[in-house]
T-cell receptor, first 113, second 111 residues
Framework: DTAVSQTPKYLVTQMGNDKSIKCEQNLGHDTMYWYKQDSKKFLKIMFSYNNKELIINETVPNRFSPKSPDKAHLNLHINSLELGDSAVYFC????????????FGPGTRLTVL | GENVEQHPSTLSVQEGDSAVIKCTYSDSASNYFPWYKQELGKRPQLIIDIRSNVGEKKDQRIAVTLNKTAKHFSLHITETQPEDSAVYFCAVGGGADGLTFGKGTHLIIQP
């Protein structure tokens, strides 16, 4: 019955590795997002997709590549992981435009060693 | 882009007292102002939101006020309870860049 789900919940990996985080929503929403929350709890948008189309792409290293196979899924692939990528990554979704309630997933805690 | 300032960063209040958290923003075209609550280790969840066509909205013990002229809005929690302890984020939206979040306020309810 989970509305927005992410896998994995925890991800521990070495510097230089490539990893992916998956996100799925069963709310029928059109728009999905990826946020990064750093150790100071600051929430910053990274990407947004509307109906599989990229609509927001903040200043994020191109090692980060989102992929939306359909409007219910938005995955995040990260190449050549760095120590500074350690954070909690939240997926979210909303109905319609960008200025409606966003429903967040449970988060993925990424630790880069 | 939008610039959102949130104060205070930490707020400690006695159980039963009121708590007020304030945010200011820079873009006068912004028209959507939600507040999210994040409990420790959990996801952010919307608790209340307001759009620019109203000045105040209430939902039980929670209220939000908006002053568009001064470009600030506030979250008011009355009769605080232990379960109100969390980090609260304001956010501002209205343009094509989605929501810009404030840096959060850690609210501590003292028994």
């Amino acid at each position: 019955d989970t509305a927005v789900s992410q896998t994995p919940k925890y991800l521990v990996t070495q510097m230089g590795n490539d990893k992916s985080i998956k996100c799925e929503q069963n709310l029928g929403h059109d728009t999905m997002y990826w946020y990064k929350q750093d150790s100071k709890k600051f929430l910053k948008i990274m990407f947004s997709y509307n109906n599989k189309e990229l609509i927001i792409n903040e200043t994020v290293p191109n090692r980060f590549s989102p992929k939306s196979p359909d409007k219910a899924h938005l995955n995040l692939h990260i190449n050549s992981l760095e120590l500074g990528d350690s954070a909690v990554y939240f997926c979210a979704s909303s109905q319609g435009n960008l200025n409606n309630e966003q429903f967040f997933g449970p988060g993925t805690r990424l630790t880069v060693l | 882009g939008e610039n959102v300032e949130q104060h205070p960063s930490t707020l400690s209040v006695q159980e039963g007292d009121s708590a007020v958290i304030k945010c200011t923003y820079s873009d006068s075209a912004s028209n959507y102002f939600p507040w999210y609550k994040q409990e420790l280790g959990k996801r952010p969840q919307l608790i209340i939101d307001i759009r620019s066509n109203v000045g105040e909205k209430k939902d039980q013990r929670i209220a939000v006020t908006l002053n568009k002229t001064a470009k600030h809005f506030s979250l008011h929690i009355t009769e605080t309870q232990p379960e109100d302890s969390a980090v609260y984020f304001c956010a501002v939206g209205g343009g094509a860049d989605g929501l810009t979040f404030g840096k959060g306020t850690h609210l501590i309810i003292q028994p």
